[in-house]
């Protein structure tokens, strides 16, 4: 069964660091696009960071952009979120899932991991 295992949340201090990982059990990400989303209470997915395997291109969304860094290791089948400079607002269940690229639609989705910002 394909699927993700997202770990590393938590409750941390405004300002402080957090690293997330997603790891892949039953099929390698070599040929996907790997994604990290969050949605927090009444507000819609969002797609924060993505990283293409075939090419190591990466996406970032304004509100994370220059705090957060997305990296791979291809033979721990593992991604991972570095996560500097939380704020509250960062407060959310963080997930990862698969794509062809990063910008199709997603699959192989994780149950999620919480993070928990306090000001």
């Known amino acids: 069964e394909e699927r993700f295992v997202e770990s590393g949340g938590g409750l941390v201090q405004a300002g402080g660091s957090l690293r997330l990982s997603c790891a892949a059990s039953?099929?390698?990400?070599?040929?996907?696009?790997i994604g990290w989303f969050r949605q927090a209470p009444g507000l819609q997915r969002e797609k924060i960071s993505c990283v293409s395997s075939s090419d190591g291109s990466t996406y970032y969304a304004d509100s994370v952009k220059g705090r957060f860094t997305i990296s791979e290791d291809n033979a721990k089948n593992t991604v991972y979120l570095q996560m500097n400079s939380l704020k509250p607002e960062d407060t959310a269940v963080y997930y990862c899932?698969?794509?062809?690229?990063?910008?199709?639609?997603?699959?192989?989705w994780g149950q999620g991991t919480q993070v928990t910002v306090s000001s």
């Open positions: 039953g099929f390698t990400f070599d040929d996907y696009a």
């Open positions: 899932a698969a794509a062809v690229s990063c910008w199709s639609g997603f699959d192989y």
